[in-house]
């Protein structure tokens, strides 16, 4: 019985709804806010929610005086590229605005929290000559410099989390969901165009969002205060791959096409990066790929939609 | 006659007070923005002033879809170090956001004016490993970077001046105004305390804010987009010398003692900034020192306070 709150924000996003559940099974007192209650949250003893609207300073420091948490972890936030750049305030003041209410309302409130941040591996570095690669990437930069500055101005205990792709069962918006989601709807007789990847030939660097979960916990107890943590499993795989994966567990012959145009130049590729320090903390991956796949398409097939 | 409107945020602040004073005598349309009206802002012809709240969004975007301006010259902002330790959130409100909100009316309503960012030579570099100086160097630092950012992903036509100690008569609190104010203290017989420097030997490169308007004007006019410009003399006085300039105009004798523990130690001086990249725009500072310092007694004496 771990007899500890933790207030995690974001409970109806992806990384939320199962970081909820994980936290409570392992016997935490949870509360985990939303922006309004879905229907199909997952219950379950230990776990409750409450609205908070994160851009709303004062709500945010009445929740932390109402709950007083030993951690946090701040799940919530804007994380879609395509509409940040139509809305990009909306970004900035739920990204950056939104760590500085949550920091400011630790220290108003004197509560003891630990904090975990999830920034994005979507970030880019901070410089007199940055390379900003879209509003959500700047928002993600400040906000986790932000948090950076501000646990060194006022010795505030936050460690960073930088997840890259994560995946497994639920409402991701990441690739191997929209392939899982595609199959499913292949599956049931609802065919539409191919399947298209922007490219075959690219890499990405997937982990189970389960075990993502356990890495925030790893974090929580055992992260260094101030230290940016890479949060993948270190392996690469190429979206071609990817897609044969998910083909490979369909019922029905499915359609998976690459843009030529978009493949990868030679010499374009970076080795993978590797969670070394999350694994001096005594991380591993527990979950395996075949697993993962099994589990979104488990996932897309239970749905009606 | 310039014919070119130009608004001013900032407009009752000590830069914002002389850069109205001289846009409008150099014949453009000037639009001041304040926070409400204090009695004394300057007036003349071609210059006017609007109430908007910086940090209101739908008004600052009203307010540009009113005014249509072909310059902007952003000097509003908080400015103080001490404040800001208590008052983090108004700080990163006003100077980031504040950037943000003005960056995105510009780019909603369409209009094609340059702005010209006044930050701060008190901020800080930012990279993984930060080293803050204060909430109000994190302010500013968050908020150049952020317009930098802005202006490479919706190609916004902006540039950074980078103001470090402005000098010269009107409401500033840099030291140059607090020695003018004591001494206008003591020469009407209000005796206070000495004066006491933190350090005789700290040097400081000093600009007066008429040259520093000019230096905007440049950088209106000529300065590179996305590009940072240090605003200052290239010049250094020490702490000592600033004070035995403004000593041997008093009318009195005045104290003027140093804090002997927190004097420099050998080798933490560093060679004087110099405002090469404005240089090669045409700039030189054409108000001398003792004119500066003239200037500044001048105004405090003339103040019944």
Same mark, same amino acid.
């Not at 932390?64 to 701040?74: G, N, S, V």
């Not at 690459?258 to 978009?262: H, K, L, N, T």
């Not at 990868?264 to 080795?271: A, D, H, N, R, T």
């Not at 979104?296 to 939609?305: E, L, N």
């Given at each position: 019985?771990?007899?500890?709150t ?31 209650? &879905?229907?199909? @949250?997952p219950? =379950?003893? +230990?776990?409750?929610?409450?609205? $908070?609207?994160?851009?709303d %300073? ?5 929740l ?11 799940l919530?936030?804007k994380?879609?590229?395509?509409p940040?750049w ?20 630790i220290?108003?409130s ?21 390379q900003?690669?879209? &509003?959500y990437? @700047?928002?993600? =930069?400040? +906000?986790?410099?932000?948090?950076? $500055?501000?646990?060194?101005? %006022? ?24 392939l ?5 709807r292949?599956e ?13 030939e ?14 925030y ?7 260094d205060s ?15 791959d990817t897609?044969?994966s ?9 359609r998976?096409e ?5 493949s ?8 993978a ?18 697993q993962?796949?099994?589990d ?10």
């Open positions: 019985m771990v007899n500890k933790i207030l995690i924000t974001g409970a109806a996003g992806f990384t939320g709804r199962h970081a909820c559940s994980y936290f409570a099974a392992q016997g935490y007192q949870v509360v985990g806010t939303v922006r309004a209650f &879905p229907v199909d @949250l219950q =379950s003893p +230990g776990l409750r929610y409450v609205v $908070c609207d994160l851009t %300073y004062s709500s945010v420091l009445h932390l005086e109402q709950i007083r948490p030993d951690y946090i972890l701040h919530g936030g994380n879609a590229v395509k940040s139509e809305q990009p305030l909306d970004y900035m003041e739920t990204n950056v605005m939104g760590v500085f209410y949550l920091l400011e309302a220290r108003t004197g509560i003891k929290a630990r904090m975990v941040l999830a920034n994005s591996r979507l970030r880019f570095d901070l410089t007199d000559k940055p900003p690669n879209h &509003p990437g @700047l928002s993600k =930069s400040l +906000g986790g410099t932000a948090a950076l $500055c501000w646990s060194r101005l %006022y010795g505030q205990d936050i460690v960073i989390g930088e997840p890259g792709n994560l995946i497994g069962p639920g409402p991701s918006t990441g690739i191997c969901s929209l899982g989601h595609y199959i499913s292949e049931q007789g609802r065919s539409g165009p191919p399947f298209r990847l922007s490219s075959g690219e890499k990405r660097d997937f982990l189970d969002v389960r075990d993502a979960v356990r890495a916990e790893l974090l929580l107890h055992s992260g101030g230290v940016i943590y890479p949060i993948c499993s270190g392996h690469e795989l190429t979206l071609r897609a044969a998910f083909a490979a567990l369909s019922k029905v012959p499915v998976i690459e843009d030529a145009q978009s990868l130049k030679p010499g374009s590729v970076e080795p990066e590797q969670p070394e320090a999350l694994m001096k903390l005594g991380f591993q991956p527990s979950v395996t790929w075949e993962s796949v099994r979104i398409m488990a996932y897309w097939r239970s749905r009606r939609d």
